[in-house]
């Protein structure tokens, strides 16, 4: 059985080693080893049958052996067993005559019944077989078990109608014996009667010439040599057999062997075979990987030029992107110092044509002192709008030059949020002033300066009130509010920019900060607005920005950055 078990193991050994051979030359296209496969997987099949057969035949004849060999050592022990009871008979009886004690008497009788199958066996009696051995110390032996003849404890036995035969005979010869016993018994009992002193009576002596006469040694030795011939045939059978088994047996377990080397054999071959094509699917594996990492360096290669041309050309848009807000300051300063410097245009012209008119009237003397007192006043007044318009378009100027410095260049200086962010709300005047929406503060009372990049906040609420216009008011189509919350803690500013419009769907929102993404693709957005204040708020103020809003309801964003930057962090 253990050949067969490591037979059965091998196969499946071989098995796995042919379907992962089989896979590797499929993956290959080695036609050739994959024709070899199907046969060497057939004959490994049937050599691991054959052994598994022959391995269980093996098994059940050395079982038939164990069993013949106890059969023979059974019947060894019952010719043994026979000739003991007869002895023991004889002693019993023997015995009692010479004794005249009846306890031996009733051994002999207690075995005769059970011979006889009219007495309990005791346990284990088949074993005696013929009858029961005197127990120790004379106790009587136990009676628990069935009531079995002789014959039928024979026949439990396996035995052959010739050994029966011997044993018939051999039992007519101890009935011979009986009788005798039985004779001498009568003889002892009458001598027990009849006689006071028994040792030395008559039938004493008559009942022990019976059992010591050369009829009963006739009849015993003739029982024996039956019981003899019984053993004797019971045992060349038992060679008999045992020479044919032992003939299966050697064949079964040398066909066992053969077949277990054949399956090494065929173990030893396939690793070969899987050892060759494992080297030769490991050389084509780097190959393919050689192959395959050339090619993802090219790919690598492109991909850093495709990664350079967007960086380059998100570059470009950032300062196209800056120039554009640059050139709506540049608009708004136009638009907004126009109106102030039309109007000082107008009044220097008035005063112009009334000084004239009032040179001539000097050299013609016809000035009058109600006159030169009305342009005396008329110029005080119109010198006023004069100054005032003047004044108001240096003040547009000087905001709109520092705005547009802080724009153009990265230096970092001390100010305060709200006063900066409605300098840059008058660059963007004119865009606001045709709509109907305002622009409300919420500034603490004692507001801090902060120290950070005035044009990254110049840029970053400039794209966000733009995309509130464009985006949130649709162009400034409906009225609204756009509201700027300044809040203070230790150490940052939390600068809350919220508008009314039309808000944002939830994907819209969360990829809001994303670059190129735009809802207005076809109407000019270039989708780098939010990302130009996502990039300003984290990278150069060092600070987070997040934005929430829902369809119909307010957007909002709030930034959260350092009162006073790390220059060096940011940079």
């Not at 010479?98 to 051994?107: D, I, S």
């Not at 009788?109 to 005197?134: Q, V």
């Not at 053969?258 to 054999?265: A, R, Y």
């Not at 985006?471 to 756009?482: Q, V, W």
Request: charged share 20%; glycine share 4%.
């Amino acid at each position: 059985m253990i050949v067969s078990l490591l037979s059965l193991l091998i196969y499946i050994m071989i098995g796995d080693i042919m379907g992962m051979d089989s896979n590797s030359k499929q993956q290959q296209a080695d036609h050739n080893n994959t024709h070899l496969s199907s046969p060497i997987a057939l004959f490994t099949f049937i050599c691991a049958i054959a052994a598994l057969i022959s391995s269980y035949f093996s098994y059940r004849t050395m079982h038939d052996l164990q069993a013949n060999n106890e059969n023979r050592y059974r019947s060894y022990r019952l010719a043994e067993q026979l000739s003991a009871s007869s002895d023991q008979l004889s002693l019993m009886a023997r015995t009692y005559v010479a004794t005249g004690n009846a306890k031996y008497l009733q051994f002999y009788h207690d075995i005769l019944a059970m011979s006889n199958g009219t007495k309990l066996h005791p346990n284990n009696s088949h074993r005696i077989y013929w009858a029961l051995l005197m127990p120790q110390n004379a106790n009587n032996a136990s009676v628990e078990g069935k009531k079995k003849a002789f014959k039928k404890l024979l026949l439990e036995s396996d035995l052959t109608e010739q050994e029966f035969a011997f044993l018939d005979k051999a039992k007519i010869h101890s009935n011979q014996l009986t009788t005798l016993e039985l004779q001498a018994f009568a003889l002892a009992e009458q001598g027990t009667e009849n006689s006071i002193d028994y040792p030395h009576s008559e039938q004493r002596l008559a009942a022990l010439s019976l059992l010591y006469s050369e009829r009963y040694f006739l009849e015993k030795s003739k029982m024996m040599t039956l019981i003899n011939e019984f053993f004797e045939s019971q045992d060349s059978l038992s060679i008999e057999r045992k020479q044919t088994l032992q003939l299966q047996h050697d064949w079964a377990t040398n066909l066992a062997i053969l077949s277990f080397i054949l399956l090494l054999i065929l173990l030893g071959y396939s690793l070969r075979v899987h050892k060759y094509s494992k080297e030769h699917f490991v050389k084509v594996l780097r190959k393919e990987v050689a192959n395959r990492t050339y090619q993802l360096f090219e790919k690598r290669e492109q991909l850093k030029t495709v990664i350079k041309e967007m960086e380059s050309t998100r570059n470009q848009l950032v300062e196209a992107e800056k120039m554009a807000s640059l050139g709506d300051l540049v608009c708004g300063v136009a638009h907004e110092v126009n109106t102030p410097l039309g109007v000082s245009v107008t009044l220097a012209s008035h005063l112009h044509g009334e000084t004239a008119n009032l040179h001539k009237k000097v050299e013609n003397g016809q000035l009058k002192r109600s006159e030169l007192e009305c342009y005396c006043n008329e110029v005080n007044e119109n010198c006023q709008l004069l100054l005032s318009n003047l004044a108001r378009a240096a003040n547009l100027i000087r905001s709109f030059k520092q705005v547009a410095v802080d724009q153009g260049c990265d230096e970092v200086r001390t100010f305060k949020i709200s006063d900066y962010i409605k300098e840059v709300l008058l660059s963007l005047h004119h865009k606001l002033k045709k709509t109907d929406i305002h622009v409300r503060f919420e500034v603490p009372e004692n507001e801090q300066e902060v120290h950070t990049y005035p044009g990254a906040v110049a840029q970053i609420v400039t794209n966000l009130v733009m995309n509130a216009l464009i985006h949130g008011f649709d162009n400034g189509l409906k009225s609204g509010e756009i509201l700027f919350s300044i809040e203070f803690d230790e150490s940052n500013v939390m600068l809350t920019v919220s508008d009314n419009g039309n808000g944002m769907e939830v994907d819209v929102c969360d990829k809001i900060f994303d670059p190129f993404f735009t809802t207005k693709r076809g109407s000019g957005g270039s989708g780098l607005g939010m990302n130009i204040v996502y990039n300003l708020v984290v990278h150069q103020l060092l600070g987070s920005i997040s934005c929430t809003s829902r369809i119909g309801e307010a957007s909002t964003f709030l930034l959260c950055f350092p009162i006073r930057v790390d220059v060096k962090a940011s940079k």
